[in-house]
């Protein structure tokens, strides 16, 4: 009895167990669960009519426990195909097969229900276990078709494992090989209590230790093995080389590519450890760390590593591994790039954010020492690349690169900030202008049979404030490079700060000239002209600026720079228009006004045009108009020159030579410059009384001009001494502050003229 209770027991255990798996098995999201849980279930009735048949002391239950187990094994073979074939990946198509296994296992069915009634298929024996009754099935010749049908099936399903397991890779074949012993051995096992008809009939343990496997492999199998197969392949194909060290760092693994870092040949790893040595010192023994490296080889090599240890959850280690990439390519072509980017393509010097750099670093090393920054600037290099083309440029540039890495001392850095614009750090006392200035004064560049040369012009800014950005620093040394813009032997121009100070006004005073000829700030000063009696007979219309910021402005404060930027345009022709203005005004008398015409007005307008339509729109008489024009006008274009001053003296323009005796007078223009008044500058006056050369020249200027019938006018008459000598010499005209300053037009009107 106690042997019948233990089993009985184990078979109820077993019961729940397919019950609670059955259930897990029909909620888990896996595909295989349904049909997993569907066999599951069905291995629950066979079990329980086992279990009915070892418990049963009288015929009836032990009769009910035939049934369930005969019938439930049908249904239980047949949802174990279905099992296999969804374990197999193997979809069930063929309907027909379906319908005729599903018919004989019906038949079956019915054929064992009738044997309620006619008694065909088995019978029961009742026989004495452990001094108690146990009733026994006696076999019938249809009891042996259900074996048949039932066998049929699990041959079926084993001949379906087995095909399955032959067409598997070795790791895969594992799980269908598990189930195909298991089964095979249930099989066995149930098949030798069917024929020996051994008394307690234990058969369907075994059947419900197979479901229970099938539970567990179908649903929490990991494949180790397979996963570390596929981790090997992926690791052995990696293009970086790995290594995988034991717990005491021994190499246990490497890829290929770690093979070929190493240069191992055979499949002894002892000794790779070492041959790393290079590369593991580098993490001096941390758990995880990475890092770059360049070999120290012939061959150039970067490399990119990482270490990592494996620990467990107690902190052991478990083993660890190195991953070794080839940067080399990426590494070598990001210096190209930089080497690139810091490299001026045409010249292969420094570009200029580059230079900036490198000087700042300079500056700070050098700390103490004087430094100078040098702006070259090759002042006609538009020209050169206008006249002999873009491709000569070019090698000029070259070549002042390359006198640039011969000259530059040691302790210089140098590169090309733009264009035909280079720059240069050195030591101050290394900046031997001597050298320089010879190196400047002979460089030519030859094209073809012809040497040209370039000129050249460098402005130095010795660094006495080092924390200014380098930038300015340039600025600095070009301003005084720009300095010599139009000179032709003067090469070199060191910086001092009223360049800096010039450069700003002349930018301010440029940026305000629209706003002050649109406010009237700009304004005419008429400075009297006084003839042989003393009579006031015109003026001179000299500029004015009353600016906001800066005061009261004299011309000399910025003339000069709108002389140079062509501005003087816009300032003469305003003032011409003041001046016609005021002649309108006083249409009843005969006062003139002298304007001043810069040579290069002629630049920026027809002179001439403007003039003519000036006076015709204010009716103004042009004679009442002196234009007073220097002789620097003739230095070029003299024959349209001439055409055009006879062209306004034809209109009616009395023409006067302004300055005359300043600059490189000659007495040839007096006879090539078409003229009515001659107006001597102040020159001869300033030291008269001491100088009698002065007074001999300029009775002769006064002669000579009176013998051409050309009308002469001295400028700076401060004395009285000086009106009587002139007015002795014969000069007809008088302009000086012994008369009267340059003043406002109104003190002008007021003192000298009669308005009707
Ligand atoms: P400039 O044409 O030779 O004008 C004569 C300059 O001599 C004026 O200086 C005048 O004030 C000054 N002056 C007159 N008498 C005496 C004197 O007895 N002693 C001394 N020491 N100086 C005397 P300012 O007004 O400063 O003009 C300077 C120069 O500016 C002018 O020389 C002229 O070249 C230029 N300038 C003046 N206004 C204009 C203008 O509207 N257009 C152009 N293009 N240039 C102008
Ligand atoms: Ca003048
Ligand atoms: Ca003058």
């Not at 019938?71 to 195909?81: H, N, P, R």
Request: charged share 20%; with cysteine; hydrophobic share 45%.
């Amino acid at each position: 009895m106690n042997v019948r209770l233990v089993f009985s027991l184990i078979f109820i255990a077993l019961s729940v167990a397919l019950a609670v798996c059955g259930l897990i098995a029909f909620r888990s999201r896996k595909a295989i669960g349904v049909p997993l849980g569907r066999m599951l279930f069905c291995l629950i009735p066979p079990v329980l009519g086992n279990l009915l048949i070892i418990c049963s002391t009288t015929k009836l239950p032990a009769t009910i426990g035939c049934y369930l187990y005969y019938i439930g094994i049908d249904f239980t073979v047949f949802s174990l195909l279905r099992y296999t074939l969804a374990y197999c990946n193997i979809p069930w198509k063929d309907n027909r097969f379906r319908v005729f296994v599903l018919s004989v296992l019906g038949l079956d069915v019915i054929q064992l229900l009738a044997n309620i009634f006619f008694g065909h298929a088995f019978g029961l024996e009742c026989i004495q276990l452990y001094g108690q009754p146990y009733y026994r099935m006696i076999p019938y010749f249809p009891q042996q078709l259900h074996r048949l049908v039932v066998y049929s099936i699990l041959v079926a399903v084993l001949i379906i494992l087995f095909l399955k397991m032959r067409h598997s890779s070795r790791i895969n074949a594992n799980r269908y090989g598990v189930i195909f012993f298991t089964l095979l051995a249930n099989i066995v096992w149930g098949t030798f209590y069917v024929f020996s008809r051994t008394p307690l009939d234990r058969s369907m343990i075994g059947y419900a230790v197979f479901g229970l496997m099938t539970f567990y492999f179908s649903l929490y199998y990991k494949p180790l093995l397979l996963l570390n197969r596929i981790m090997m392949d992926i690791s052995a194909e990696l293009p970086d080389a790995l290594f995988f060290f034991d717990d005491a760092g021994n190499c246990i693994w490497l890829n290929s590519e770690g093979r070929k870092l190493v240069n191992l040949q055979g499949h002894d790893l002892s000794g790779v450890e070492d041959r790393l040595k290079p590369f593991l010192e580098r993490g001096q023994g941390a758990d995880h760390w990475a890092a770059r490296m360049e070999s120290d080889g012939e061959e150039r090599k970067f490399y990119v590593l990482e270490k990592r240890t494996i620990r467990d959850n107690r902190g052991y280690v478990d083993g660890s591994f190195l991953n070794i990439r080839d940067d080399t390519e990426a590494q070598l072509k990001l210096m190209q790039e930089i080497y690139r980017a810091r490299h001026d393509e045409l010249t292969g010097l420094y570009t200029r954010p580059w230079l900036y750099k490198r000087i700042q670093e300079k500056l700070v090393e050098a700390s103490g020492e004087l430094q100078s920054i040098v702006f070259v600037n090759v002042s006609n290099f538009k020209l050169i690349n206008d006249i002999f083309g873009i491709e000569f440029g070019n090698s000029v540039l070259k070549q002042i690169a390359d006198a640039l890495r011969r000259f530059i001392p040691e302790g210089g850095v140098y590169g090309r900030l733009s264009g035909d614009n280079f720059g240069i750090l050195m030591p101050s006392a290394e900046f031997d202008g001597d050298s320089f200035k010879s190196w400047l004064a002979n460089f030519t560049v030859s094209a073809g049979d012809i040497d040209n040369h370039v000129l050249i012009h460098l402005g130095v800014y010795e660094v006495t404030d080092a924390s200014l950005e380098v930038s300015v620093m340039f600025d600095r040394a070009r301003i005084a490079a720009s300095s010599l813009r139009n000179e032709y032997h003067t090469h070199i121009a060191w910086y001092d700060d009223r360049m800096r100070v010039n450069m700003l006004w002349e930018q301010q005073i440029t940026g305000d000239l629209q706003c002050a000829l649109t406010e009237r700030q700009i304004v005419p000063y008429l400075q009297p002209l006084v003839d042989a009696t003393g009579k006031v007979v015109g003026g001179e219309a000299l500029v004015r600026w009353n600016h906001p910021d800066h005061g009261f402005l004299p011309p000399a404060k910025f003339i000069p720079i709108f002389e140079r930027n062509g501005m003087i345009a816009e300032v003469d022709r305003y003032m011409w228009r003041c001046a016609c203005e005021q002649l309108a005004q006083w249409r009843d008398n005969d006062l003139f006004i002298s304007v001043n015409i810069s040579p290069k007005d002629f630049y920026f307008m027809d002179v001439a045009a403007e003039l003519r339509g000036l006076t015709k729109e204010y009716g103004v008489d042009p004679a009442r108009l002196r234009l007073e024009i220097t002789e620097s006008v003739m230095i070029s274009d003299v024959k349209n020159k001439v055409q055009m001053l006879d062209g306004l003296r034809a209109a009616g323009f009395i023409v006067e030579m302004d300055d005359f005796g300043s600059g490189y007078s000659s007495l040839n223009m007096l006879k090539n410059m078409p003229i009515d008044v001659i107006k001597i500058d102040m020159v001869f006056l300033r030291s008269s009384g001491q100088d009698e050369k002065s007074m001999i020249i300029l009775r002769n200027i006064i002669n000579m001009s009176t013998d051409l019938n050309i009308v002469p006018l001295t400028e700076g008459v401060e004395t009285e001494k000086q009106y009587d000598d002139l007015s002795r010499m014969g000069c007809k005209l008088f302009q000086g502050y012994y008369f009267a300053k340059p003043m406002p037009l109104e003190d002008f009107q007021a003192q000298y003229v009669d308005v009707a």
